[in-house]
């Protein structure tokens, strides 16, 4: 039977060649059809990447960003959301060598400090300004900056030049009075007196590019550190900055919901202006207008599938009536030469069948090599395909098994 439908292929090149063809460039446009999709794909994946939304801890006003009160809830809060990548969390600290007592103690702090959980904590700050010391330093670890962020030991990194100018080098110890910044609640702001203790310069930095609206500080210490030192004083913790990135932007809703259970409020231009931190700015405008663009391109392409499908079909239906037009009396013959009513109708079928597939076969490895479509695309687009086509070409062939043979014969007589 296949030898039969291949030598009526052969018989009738030139139809053989139109369906050949048919089927290749329909193939084709169906890989660049689901290209499409599978791009847009793609691109919602990678929007995130492209376009990141960015969180932000402000005051109610949404004036600032830095030098706030940010309660320990809030803050742990942030490190532990699941929606949550990337926190950047600091407190502003100020700091002096030995111990200082007495009314001139402002004098006296000539450094400004950071305790931060990652370079980035600090606008323009990068983890390749700074040189960290190791065992050969009397250091108990190799340092590095992973190393340091996440400790909680009493190290710190000083400005190169700053360390320079007291002669000050990495593996030294020093003793440092360290202040923070105290909002009370009448309203008035004051440094008082955290802690005095020896740190272990770990390192040394040289910001260069340092874009902050703060002081530039003179001395870094770990995040968690600093909040140990708040608790080993019994003084209640707060940070001065934080900002993150969504892990996925696509679950905004359930993330906004984990943070107004919070008590997060969204931003209030004509609240009072004071350094609470718990209004939250959310960058997503761009991010949104972007995925709401692509899912309804997606959507677009999606909801014209089951008329592509129609199509094909109808492709298929068209493409056999044509090819299968002055083959009655064909198919006559084979019938009245002793060829089962079954076996006739197949043989028809297979040639048309077996052109078909021949077809989509080289419309998918031209879509593969110009269109570079994926192996499971290019499959899928083949499977359905061919089903749609078959079953067009099924439709317009089946009227032959209600052929009337002798009545063929005898018109053709």
């Known amino acids: 039977m296949i030898r039969r439908a291949v030598e009526n292929g052969i018989r009738y090149k030139k139809k053989t060649i139109l369906n050949l063809f048919i089927c290749m460039i329909t193939v084709i446009l169906l890989n660049a059809y689901m290209g499409n999709i599978a791009g847009l794909d793609k691109q919602m ?3 995130p990447e492209v376009l990141p939304v960015k969180g932000t801890v402000c005051n109610l006003k949404g004036t600032l960003s830095s ?7 809030y803050v742990d809060g942030i490190l532990e959301s699941e929606y949550i990548d990337d926190p950047l969390l600091s407190i502003q600290l100020r700091m002096g060598n030995g111990k200082i007592e007495g009314d001139d103690y402002l004098d006296r702090l000539s450094y400004y400090a950071a305790g931060i959980n990652d370079a980035a904590a600090i606008p323009g700050f990068l983890e390749s300004e700074i040189t960290f010391a190791g065992k050969e330093q009397g250091l108990s670890t190799d340092m590095d900056a992973q190393t340091f962020f996440s400790s909680r030991e009493r190290i710190c990194i000083m400005d190169e030049e700053t360390a320079g100018r007291q ?3 990495p593996g030294d110890t020093i003793t440092l009075s360290t202040y923070y910044t105290n909002f009370r609640q009448d309203h008035a702001i004051v440094l008082e007196s955290l802690d005095v203790g020896e740190y272990t310069v770990a390192g040394l930095m040289n910001m260069e590019n340092y874009a902050g609206v703060e002081v530039q500080p003179d001395i870094i210490i ?7 030192i708040f608790y080993e004083n019994g003084i209640e913790f707060y940070a001065s900055s ?9 679950e905004i809703n359930g993330f906004k919901a984990e943070m107004e259970e919070l008590q997060f409020l969204e931003i209030l231009p004509g609240a009072e202006y004071w350094y609470d931190g718990y209004g939250l700015s959310i960058r997503d405008e761009t991010f949104i207008q972007a995925a709401e663009q692509l899912i309804r391109n997606k959507n677009l392409l999606m909801g014209m599938l089951p008329f592509l499908g129609v199509a094909v079909l109808c492709i298929g239906y068209v493409t056999a009536s044509l090819l299968i037009k002055g083959r009655k009396p064909e198919y006559a013959i084979m019938r009245s030469l002793g060829q089962g009513h079954g076996s006739s109708f197949m043989t028809i079928c297979l040639e048309y069948a077996l052109t078909a597939l021949a077809g989509c076969i080289l419309g998918s490895i031209l879509g593969a090599v110009f269109l570079k479509g994926k192996a499971e695309m290019l499959l899928f687009v083949t499977g359905a395909f061919l089903v749609c086509y078959f079953l067009g070409e099924a439709a317009a062939l089946w009227p032959l098994k209600r052929l009337s043979v002798m009545t063929v014969l005898s018109q053709n007589d």
């Open 242 to 250: 934080a900002s993150f990135l969504l892990k996925d932007p696509y």
């Open 45 to 47: 994946e990678e929007l």
């Open 167 to 169: 002669g000050i080098v």
């Open 67 to 73: 030098g706030l009160k940010i309660k320990e809830r």
């Open 222 to 228: 770990p995040f968690e550190n600093a909040r140990d």
